[in-house]
C-alpha cells in the first residue's frame, strides 16, 4: 500500500490557485450574464429567463454523466487530472464564446448563439469541478488534513468570487473604453468580450498550476451519484434535505441580489453614476464576505455554537434587506448609505457558506447512524448541482422581474435616464422583499427540522465508535 506524505505548502498553494480560478468563472457567469445578454445585447429577459432555468434541468442528467466518465478514467497521470485540464480549457474557450455574441446577429440568432453556449459553458464547467473537488482524497490523508484543506480551498474560492464582484464592472468600462467604444452599449459589448478573455487565460493557468504541482498519490474508488441515488440519500435523511433546502435559499436570495443591485444602481438609485456605485457596494460586500469567512466565523465560534451562528447571519441577512428598502423608499440617492447593509449582508452570507459546509457533514454522520450507510460521495456531490439549481431559480425569477417591469437597455443611450415610477418601485421591491422571503422560508424549514446539535452529534459520535469497536472484535 502507497504511504501519503503530509500535504506540503506547496500543494496547498497549488489546489487553492485552482479553486481561486474556477469561481472567478463561476462568478462572472452566474452573476453577470443576465447582464451581459439582457442590458448589453438586448435580448429578451423572459427568453433568457428560460433557458437559464432550462440549463439547470439539463444539469441533473448531465452531472451524473461526468460523474460516471471521470470515475472511469484510469491513465498514467490519474484518473481527475486529465479530466480537470480538458474541462477548464474547455470551459474557457466557451466563456470567451459565451460573452462575445456577435453584434450583426438579429434577434433569433443572438438568443440561438446565446443558448448553445450557456449551455455548452455549463456542461464543461461540470467536466472540471466534479474531477477537481473529488480529487482530494487522492492526495491526503482522511481526517484533519483533508478538512483543513477542503476549508482552505472553500476560502479560495471565496475570494476568487468576491474579486470579481468587485473589479467586473469598472474593468469592462474601462476595456471597451480603451478599444473603441463610443457608446454605453459599445464598452459594454467590447468590454465584456476581453474581460471574459483574461478571466479565460487566468482560470487556464491557474489551474495549469494545480494540475502541474498536485500529484495523485493513489488510486481512489469514486462513486458516482445518479439522480436516483441523490433522490434516495436525501428521502432517507432528514438532516441532509433540511440543509439542502437552506443551501438552495441562501444561494437564491445572494444570487437575486447580485443580479438585481446592478439594474437597481443603473436604472433608479444613480444613473449617473451606477459604475462607481456598483464597484463601491462590491467592494464593500466582497471585502466583508471574505473578513467574515476568515476572521468574523473563527471569533465567532469561541463564543457560540454553529447553530447561534447560523441564525444570527439570517438574522442580520434580513435585517439588511429591510434597510436597503427603507433607503430606497424613502428616496435616497447616496451609495454611503447602502454600504452598510451591504456589508451586513455579505458577512452574513460569507458565514453561512463555511457553515453549510460544516452542516453538510453532519449529515453524513447523521445518516451513517440512522441508516447503516455512509452516503458521503452522493451528498457531497449534490452541493454542486444544488449550488447551480439554486441559480437557475434566482437567474428565472431575476429576469421574469425585469421582463414584468419592462427594464431594458436602450442600445443608443449614452446617458441612461431612470425607469418609470411603476418599474422603479417594482424592481426595489422585488430585490429586497423576495430574497428577504426566500431567507424567512429557508430559516423556518431550518429551525423546524435541523436536529443535529453540539450534543446530539457526540451522542452520534459517541454510538459510531461503538459500532466499529464491535465490529472489529
Not at 149 to 173: D, E, H, M, Y
Not at 194 to 200: D, P, S, Y
Not at 402 to 419: G, H, Q, R, T
Request: charged share 15%; glycine share 6%; hydrophobic share 55%.
Amino acid at each position: 500500500m502507497e504511504t501519503k506524505k503530509k500535504l506540503s505548502g506547496k500543494e496547498k498553494f497549488a489546489y487553492g490557485i485552482g479553486a481561486v480560478g474556477k469561481d472567478m468563472v463561476y462568478m462572472l457567469s452566474a452573476s453577470y450574464i443576465t447582464i451581459y445578454f439582457v442590458d448589453v445585447m438586448g435580448i429578451s429577459a423572459a427568453a433568457i429567463a428560460v433557458l437559464l432555468m432550462a440549463a439547470r434541468v439539463f444539469d441533473a442528467f448531465n452531472d451524473p454523466i461526468m460523474g460516471v466518465l471521470v470515475a472511469k478514467t484510469k491513465t498514467r497521470w490519474g484518473k481527475f487530472r486529465p479530466w480537470l485540464l480538458i474541462g477548464t480549457v474547455t470551459n474557457a474557450v466557451m466563456l470567451y464564446l459565451m460573452f462575445s455574441i456577435p453584434p450583426t446577429m438579429n434577434a433569433s440568432g443572438m438568443l440561438l448563439y446565446a443558448s448553445v453556449t450557456y449551455i455548452l459553458w455549463g456542461v464543461t464547467y461540470t467536466m472540471m469541478d466534479i474531477p477537481y473537488w473529488s480529487m482530494v482524497p487522492a492526495f491526503t490523508e482522511s481526517g484533519k488534513e483533508r478538512e483543513s484543506l477542503s476549508a482552505f480551498a472553500r476560502s479560495c474560492a471565496g475570494v476568487g468570487s468576491a474579486l470579481i464582484s468587485i473589479i467586473t464592472v469598472k474593468v469592462v468600462i474601462a476595456l471597451g473604453t480603451k478599444l473603441g467604444g463610443d457608446t454605453e452599449t459599445e464598452i459594454n459589448r467590447i468590454g465584456y468580450s476581453k474581460f471574459a478573455l483574461i478571466i479565460a487565460v487566468l482560470f487556464v493557468v491557474f489551474t495549469l498550476i494545480t494540475c502541474l504541482c498536485i500529484k495523485e498519490k493513489s488510486s481512489v474508488d469514486m462513486q458516482t451519484a445518479s439522480v436516483k441515488d441523490m433522490i434516495k440519500a436525501l428521502v432517507s435523511n432528514s438532516q441532509a434535505m433540511t440543509v439542502v433546502v437552506a443551501i438552495v435559499m441562501i444561494n437564491t436570495a445572494l444570487y437575486i441580489t447580485q443580479t438585481l443591485v446592478y439594474f437597481f444602481l443603473k436604472y433608479d438609485f444613480s444613473p449617473a453614476n451606477y459604475a462607481n456605485d456598483f464597484t463601491l457596494f462590491n467592494i464593500v460586500g466582497g471585502g466583508f464576505q471574505i473578513l467574515s469567512m476568515m476572521i468574523f466565523f473563527p471569533l465567532l465560534r469561541k463564543v457560540m455554537d454553529t447553530l447561534k451562528i447560523f441564525y444570527t447571519c439570517f438574522f442580520m441577512a434580513v435585517i439588511g434587506y429591510a434597510m436597503i428598502l427603507i433607503e430606497s423608499v424613502a428616496g435616497a440617492n447616496d451609495i454611503k448609505l447602502l454600504l452598510i447593509p451591504a456589508a451586513i449582508i455579505m458577512s452574513a452570507v460569507g458565514m453561512l457558506n463555511v457553515i453549510i459546509t460544516i452542516f453538510l457533514a453532519n449529515t453524513v454522520d447523521f445518516g451513517e447512524w440512522k441508516n447503516h450507510r455512509r452516503d458521503e460521495s452522493v451528498i457531497f456531490s449534490m452541493q454542486t448541482f444544488v449550488v447551480k439549481l439554486a441559480s437557475g431559480f434566482a437567474a428565472f425569477i431575476s429576469n421574469m422581474i425585469l421582463a414584468i417591469f419592462a427594464i431594458s437597455s436602450d442600445k443608443d443611450a449614452v446617458v441612461v435616464e431612470p425607469i418609470s415610477d411603476v418599474a422603479r418601485m417594482g424592481l426595489r421591491g422585488s430585490m429586497t422583499i423576495i430574497p428577504m422571503i426566500v431567507l424567512c422560508i429557508g430559516f423556518i424549514v431550518f429551525k423546524k427540522k435541523y436536529i443535529l446539535t453540539d450534543a446530539k452529534l457526540e451522542e452520534i459520535t459517541a454510538d459510531l465508535h461503538k459500532r466499529k469497536e464491535a465490529a472489529t472484535k
